[in-house]
Structure formats: C-alpha cells, structure tokens
C-alpha cells in the first residue's frame, strides 16, 4: 500500500475504591485506514466480499479498509476485592471483563470474515498465604459462554476458528 493509517487514543485508570478495592479500566479507539486507490488483492473464492472488483479478475480493491485485526473500540475493566485475614493470609474475588468492537479478519472485506464484536469476562475467588507464597484459587472464563469467531483462513474451505467456550477449574500455584 501507498499508505496505511492508524490513529487512536487509549486510557488507562487505576483506582483504590477501598483500601482492599482494587479496580482497573483500559479503553481504546482506534482508527485504521488503507490509502491506496490502485491497490488490488486476491479475494477467496466462495466468499461475500463487499469490496468493488479490482482490474485482474479474482482481485478486490481495498482502499479505505480498515487494516486486519484492527477493531475501533477495545475496553477492559477489573476489579479486585481482598478480605485480610489475622495471620496475614487474604481471600479474595477477583473479575476481568474485555469487549473488542467487530473486526475485519483480512486486507478485503466480506461478510464471512467480520468478526462480531465480543465480551468475554471471568471470575477467580481464592486464597493466598505466607505473604503470597501460595495460592488456591477456582476460577471460571469466558463465564457468559460468548462464542465469537477470532480469526480465519480464506484459502481453505471458509476456516475460521473461536474463542474457549466457558472453562471452569481449580488452581493451586507456589511461588520459590
């Protein structure tokens, strides 16, 4: 390309709501843009592309595209409670959330390779002891089930692959 573009602003806050509140929001917004008038790519073949034809057959143009894995909007937010015990040991409840605005898979654009926009979140509670040495903790990811599509392979039948589905666990973690 001729030129690319990227442009954004990102935010980052990290605030003690409570001396044992820990909570945390990132955000971003990003613009991408192709800018090249003349620049043609090879398209799949069976898919429903949405940009104009480009002068070879089997070519699309992408000017104006977004560039690849480039969503607009990115969000996450943690919060982090902690409940001291006596011998100095801690239970705590921890939760991270994370929403990617929809997103385009490859240089062209097409229906079947548009990722839609997801929210993923997770929940940990555990305990930690002998200042942090040890933890025990059960967890749950991606606790709302979200399955999204992440990413694709236009070259082979249409692939494309998703998220984890909902994970439950248990986890036990020394630090030496």
């Known amino acids: 390309a001729k030129k690319a573009t990227g442009q954004g602003v990102e935010i980052n806050l990290d605030a003690y709501l409570l001396p044992t509140l820990l909570v945390t929001l990132n955000g971003s917004y990003n613009f991408t843009k192709i800018k090249d008038s ?7 073949a069976s898919c429903t592309v949405t940009d104009p034809a480009g002068p070879v057959p089997g070519t699309v143009l992408i000017n104006g595209n977004p560039l ?25 409840v921890y939760t991270d959330w994370s929403y990617r605005s929809k997103v385009n898979f490859f240089l062209y654009e097409s229906k079947e390779f548009t990722g839609k926009a997801m929210t993923i979140g997770g929940l940990r509670a555990g305990y930690d002891w002998d200042g942090g040495k040890y933890e025990v903790a059960a967890f749950a990811r991606n606790i709302t089930n979200q399955i999204r599509v992440t990413g694709a392979i236009d070259f082979n039948n249409l692939t494309g692959f998703i ?5 439950f666990g248990v986890q036990f973690k020394a630090s030496f």
Do not use: H, M, W
């Open 38 to 44: 003349n620049l043609a790519v090879a398209q799949c």
């Open 68 to 92: 690849p894995q480039a969503p607009k909007y990115v969000a996450n937010v943690t919060a982090r409670y902690g409940i001291p015990a006596a011998d100095g040991s801690e239970y705590f």
């Open 163 to 167: 998220n984890d589905p909902r994970t």
